[in-house]
């Protein structure tokens, strides 16, 4: 009987435990997504008592992951201000971007802040063990500054193909890496553990959880860049990756029978119609110079005739990437399609005009629910994106991490 009772008590403090951890996930994600959220609407939004509210947060403010604010008495209804509680800036994920000129590094807080951006320009496409030696470099000079916070691990983005199952770099064809275990490098170069993903699978993420795909339930985001376009879908507020961690490569969907040969294999994607590269040359810019795109081509085809030569090429773009976003559409349907990189510019001449041409292609339930839109957090985006990646493993369970380097594990999408 005794050892029945030590039993069910264990088992009842064991159940105990994983309805705290569990609170502890729901309050620490409600901060981590609004930034800052009062006890009052803590308490409401998640059915819990006021006391048990105080104790979760109060455990959350010693682990230094949120802060107690006074409250906005200006904001206040009625009755005893409520204390607010925000993301301590003190938690935080080192963001790593390696690309063909360069190795980006980030530093974003809890609740998304980027908090530091690093740019190492390299002379030539980095290796893998180049980009890994770049980014350990800059961390360990990082160190005293990361030592101080709570550094929960690092994002790697990646542009080109992660495998869900071990993190492993199948293909970047721009980097011309090819089953390289960057992540796995850099864990062991740095200590930190290492999450991996596909940079438009990020950019999808940072979208949904912080920029114009906020509360949206089907999100596609298609980024053009210039080595091509990627792709990432969420549902319902998770990435979808496929089988291997690869999906969302709409890039490589067929959208023109006779078209060029692409790298992948195939001919007539949607990234050898629909590229960065003609515009640029039609309106004399160089490779550097892309982020005026936007604006440049708005000005020059506000007094283009209609035969003008920029004109056709945005016209032929804009045609192929209908044909793409309109089987994205038939196959996903979904609520929101979000342009980034230089398919904003494509979608900005004529917003009304690309969005009927979509819908022209979709059956008539999907063509309702399809709306199209240029992201919202600019430059910033990755770094949200691969932040969002790290700080997920920590909201999932805030009382098991600790501040210090864990032992070796990858993640992907
Ligand atoms: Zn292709």
Redesign the pocket.
Known sequence: MATGSVVLSAMRGSNLDMVRRRNLSLVLGRVHELGAVSRARLTKETGLNRSTIAALVNELVLLEHVIETDPDQAHQQVGRPSPVIVPSDRTVAVVVHPEMDSVEIGLVALGGRVLRRVRFDTERVPSPREAVNIAAAVIDGMRGELDAFHTVGIGLVIPGLVRASNGVVAVAPHLGWRDEPVAEMLQDATGYRVAAANDASLGAIAESVRGVGRGVGQLVYLNGGASGIGGGIMSSGSPIGGASGFAGEI??TLVRNDGDP?????AG?L??EVARAPLLEALDLAPHESERLNDVLLEHLSHASADDPVRAIVNRQRKYLAVALGNVANILNPNLIVFGGFLQSLYAVDPVGLTAAVRARTMSGPDRDVTLAQAGLGASILMVGAAELVFADLIADPARSSGTPRASRTAAL
Do not use: A, V
Not at 262 to 266: E, I, R
């Open positions: 890039g490589h692409c790298h992948c294999g195939s994607c990234e050898t």
